[in-house]
């Protein structure tokens, strides 16, 4: 990369991060460990859901194909789990690229 091209990407970034940073900050309060704690809670649930899912299927049918409504279900399991995954990751881009104000917290023992 030239010299040129170095300066525009540096320049587009700190414009990248300006615009997110004043979009993103008014609409969501600051965030603390605690707040986000339901969040991961919820991803858990979702996980132990999807997997849980494919356990009792397996159960239920070992040494065949799972019926239609089987893999509806495990479908709609999935595409749940995934939804909460990408919204998690978006979240902590959020946060890692400075665009959120977050709350101190103080060290726990």
């Not at 300006?18 to 969501?28: D, F, G, L, T």
């Amino acid at each position: 990369m030239t010299m040129n091209n170095n300066r525009l990407m540096l320049e587009l970034e700190k414009v990248r991060r300006e615009i997110n940073r004043a979009v993103i900050n008014p609409m969501i309060p600051e965030l603390s460990l605690d707040d986000l704690k339901p969040m991961l809670t919820m991803v858990a649930h979702a996980r132990a859901a999807y997997v849980s899912e494919l356990l009792e299927i397996a159960k239920l049918s070992p040494n065949t194909v799972p019926s239609n409504d089987q893999v509806k279900q495990l479908r709609q399991c999935r595409e749940t789990f995934d939804e909460l995954v990408s919204a998690v990751n978006a979240l902590e881009t959020v946060i890692q690229r400075d665009y959120l104000d977050v709350k101190a917290t103080g060290r726990q023992s």
